[in-house]
């Protein structure tokens, strides 16, 4: 079956305009997390959604970014007012329950800010 | 607070040997350890896992060995191929009983496997 997709794999903008990356999860899963990897570091958690419960938030750096997910599939990372420090990979990530250790993650979506 | 760490920026192995790459952490918490492995321009793979009720976890040419009281685990590839060469990630989950939610990573050692 299809793995966790995500679009646009690549984005380039302009320091200050707003973005948003969409992640596809993979069929069923109930569980989706937003991660992204700055360069030369290690993946560093932002969100977490699971089922209909409120999503955790606390790892996402400021509250220019927010992220939301409809009918409990796709999501969507918005990043308002984008800075030069936001330019890194965003990982999405889904499993089939929260309870799942195995997390499948997508290619990714590389930003840009100039 | 880096809760998981891999100290060793990059390993460079040649074909047929051991690959050993380390993991510590530091939350006496964490109950599952995960590796990944990723390639360029993709996003990380499941490798292996280990229970922290378990000390060994073997997968084919895959072992991860986990020493509770030193807060230390290892990955060891056997032999190395020139297709392990990638970035490899130690994750632990942070939650634990019945929602294990985020994973907290290492920053990853890149392993190259020379020909």
């Known amino acids: 079956g299809a793995g966790v997709s995500q679009s646009p794999s690549n984005k380039v903008t302009e320091k200050g305009k707003d973005v948003e990356l969409r992640c596809d999860p993979i069929?069923?899963?109930?569980?989706l997390y937003w991660y992204r990897q700055s360069l030369g570091q290690g993946l560093e958690f932002l969100i977490y959604f699971q089922g209909n419960s409120a999503p955790d938030k606390s790892g996402l750096p400021s509250d220019r970014f927010s992220a939301e997910r409809t009918g409990g599939s796709v999501s969507t990372l918005t990043i308002q007012r984008t800075q030069q420090e936001d330019s890194a990979v965003y990982l999405c990530?889904?499993?089939?329950?929260?309870?799942?250790?195995?997390?499948?993650f997508g290619p990714g979506t590389r930003l840009t800010v100039t | 607070d880096q809760q998981v760490k891999q100290n060793s920026p990059s390993l460079s192995v040649q074909e047929g040997r051991i690959s050993i790459l380390n993991c510590d952490y530091t939350n006496s918490m964490f109950d599952y350890f995960l590796w990944y492995k990723k390639y360029p321009a993709e996003g990380p793979t499941f490798l292996i896992s280990?229970?922290?009720?378990?000390d060994k976890n073997e997968d084919g040419r895959f072992t991860v060995f986990l020493n509770k009281s030193a807060k230390h685990l290892s990955l060891h590839i056997v032999p190395s191929q020139p297709g392990d060469s990638a970035v490899y990630f130690c994750a632990a989950p942070d939650g634990g009983g019945t929602s294990y939610g985020k994973l907290t990573f290492g920053q990853g050692t890149i392993l190259t496997v020379h020909p």
């Open positions: 990530a889904s499993s089939s329950t929260g309870t799942s250790i195995e997390q499948y």
């Open positions: 069929s069923g899963h109930t569980a």
């Open positions: 280990i229970s922290s009720i378990k």
